[in-house]
């Protein structure tokens, strides 16, 4: 069964590669010689084939899989004529998607029943969340059998939604950011999702007029008013220039237009195609679009602990960092620093959190418990640590540290945390009963910035086995060390999005990450990841402890 779903789907993928101008492809009749232009793949349709007379079970199936695959061409037409009765009414492609590696049949598969043993990757639901599986898991996926008046096999119950095997999920979804606002109005805080690339720019702007996925909505804001939709129900795009029209015009008129139009024109402008958005109220243009913050920043130098001191890699030398004092006797750990280099602190020992000492001022406790974690500054000036003890602490000079609550972090024990540049988002690496897991949650705070509680999180990262710290990479991305399989290794883990690890280190020690990412081993060199491998930093020597603000 499952040679004949993959000779339905690649017959049509093989001929894009000649033919990638053509609307559509079809997966039968004779091949025609052509004179179309390479174009982008996103424009290909790929068509699909209907049941043939005499198919079994199993082929129906298989070519139902094959037609839902393609069905964005058709809306799903030909994978409906593989269904019976009331189910070719009732199934929704668009309840989600199941992506899946190998699919083979069940040994419960009968005439009546096909069954199929799914290994399932992620999952991604109507909205275009997407949910890492976990490594090995696994699912039967059912689809019950009848004859139809001609006495040929169809599918008379199919679980709503699409599954999708890797291969073609990548061909026809794409992850794009949703942008929403911090609660000051100072930073525009990604929400990834994945959506098909067949009307991509529509799917967007209708998603993020809906609003934030729950895990977010406490801790941004939006400047989308209520019942604001696309009318027509689309996002037009001509020349590069993205029509965006908003219905009732009242309503749009009397938004904070600017900062509505730099929601979705951060949202949009990343679309292939898209060079410029033009946002309507009705038919009135409106101008104007407010300046904000984004994306993971600028880098700044690395900074690293060398014989008692903190120094910086500028322009390939190692520098001790101006205005600071040395190192000695505070056994120096972790140090961390927001954009500005206003706040630094680090852990002296593996149990006080410190400001680092300056010129003008000698060092700081700012907290003491057992176990302390590494410590990450966020915007507000607030240095986030954990202790087995008493979970998420932050911490600032001249205040008393704050217990951060997170009732999912009960029983759980954080191995790090790192706070995103919007200071919205935070990503915490915990272990458990069930295990490790990397989760990211929204950071609730009170009108000072003092932060109270962290909402329900999002797991990212469930492939992987095992992790001990991290640190984001860009805006939506973190670089985690941990294991998926084999050594530990650097892994780049998304938000919403499937893992990847990098080529392993000898002797991996610790971990820095904005847009490059750096590592230390246990002998004190310094490695930075380029194209495809870790290049050594030389001429430097004796490091540990690699630092990026945040």
């Known amino acids: 069964m499952i040679a004949r779903r993959l000779r339905r789907s690649l017959v049509a993928l093989g001929t894009v590669v000649v033919l990638a101008a053509c609307t559509a492809i079809p997966t039968s009749g004779p091949v025609e010689e052509g004179d179309a232009e390479v174009s982008e793949p996103s424009e290909i349709d790929v ?71 799914v290994t399932v990757l992620a999952r991604v639901g109507a909205r275009g969340v997407y949910a890492e599986a976990p490594p090995a898991g696994r699912e039967t996926v059912t689809f019950g059998m009848v004859r139809n008046d001609a006495d040929e096999w169809r599918i008379a ?40 690339t067949k009307n991509l720019s529509t799917s967007i702007v209708s998603e993020l007029l809906a609003g934030p996925s729950p895990w977010l909505q406490d801790a941004v804001v939006t400047a989308v008013p209520d019942g604001v939709e696309l009318n027509p129900e689309a996002v037009l795009v001509e020349d590069g220039v993205a029509a965006v029209r908003l219905e009732p015009a009242l309503a749009v008129t009397r938004a904070d237009r600017d900062l509505l139009i730099a929601q979705i024109d951060a949202s949009l402008r990343p679309v292939p195609g898209i060079s410029s958005v033009q946002v309507y109220a009705r038919d009135v243009p409106l101008e104007g679009s407010a300046t904000l913050e984004s994306g993971s920043g600028p880098p700044g ?44 602190v680090m852990l002296s020992g593996p149990s006080t959190l410190v400001t680092v000492p300056t010129a003008d001022a000698g060092p700081q406790e700012l907290l003491s418990g057992s176990g302390l974690v590494a410590p990450s500054v966020d915007r507000f000036g607030w240095a986030w640590t954990a202790q087995p003890s008493s979970g998420l602490v932050a911490a600032r000079a001249g205040e008393p540290p704050v217990q951060v609550r997170a009732d999912w972090l009960e029983g759980r024990v954080v ?26 949650a929204a950071i609730t705070r009170d009108e000072s910035g003092v932060p109270q509680q962290l909402g329900i999180p999002v797991r990212a990262g469930a492939s992987l086995v095992d992790a001990t710290s991290v640190v984001w990479s860009e805006e939506s991305t973190l670089a985690v060390v941990g294991r998926s399989g084999g050594n530990a290794a650097v892994h780049l883990v998304p938000v919403a999005g499937p893992t990847s690890a990098l080529p392993e280190v000898a002797n991996l020690a610790d971990l820095a990450g904005s847009t490059v990412i750096y590592v230390t081993t246990t002998d004190g060199e310094l490695r930075r990841f380029v194209g495809s491998t870790w290049a050594q930093i030389m001429g430097v020597a004796d490091v540990s402890y690699p630092a990026f603000p945040g």
């Open 301 to 344: 130098n690395i900074e690293l602990v060398q014989e008692d001191r903190l120094v910086a890699l500028v322009d390939g030398e190692i520098e001790p960092v101006a205005g600071l004092d040395p190192l000695d006797g505070l056994d120096a750990r972790s140090p961390a620093r927001n954009e500005d280099a206003s706040v630094r």
């Open 47 to 117: 068509l699909a084939e209907g049941p043939q007379p005499g198919d079994t079970p199993a082929e129906i199936v298989d070519g139902f899989l094959a037609a839902g695959a393609a069905g964005s061409t058709d809306n799903f037409g030909t994978a409906r004529e593989y269904l019976a009765g009331e189910a070719k009414t009732t199934w929704d492609p668009s309840a989600g998607v199941l992506v899946s590696g190998p699919v083979v049949p069940a040994p419960t598969t009968t005439e009546t029943e096909v069954t199929l043993d």
């Open 157 to 196: 119950e199919a679980p709503d939604g699409l599954l999708l095997q890797q291969e073609d999920f990548s061909r026809l979804y794409r992850p794009a950011s949703l942008y929403f606002l911090s609660p000051d109005q100072e930073f525009l805080v990604p929400e990834e999702r994945w959506f098909p």
């Open 415 to 440: 191995r790090s945390v790192r706070v995103a540049r919007d200071g919205v988002r935070v990503a915490v690496v915990s272990t458990g009963a069930d295990g490790v897991q990397v989760d990211v």
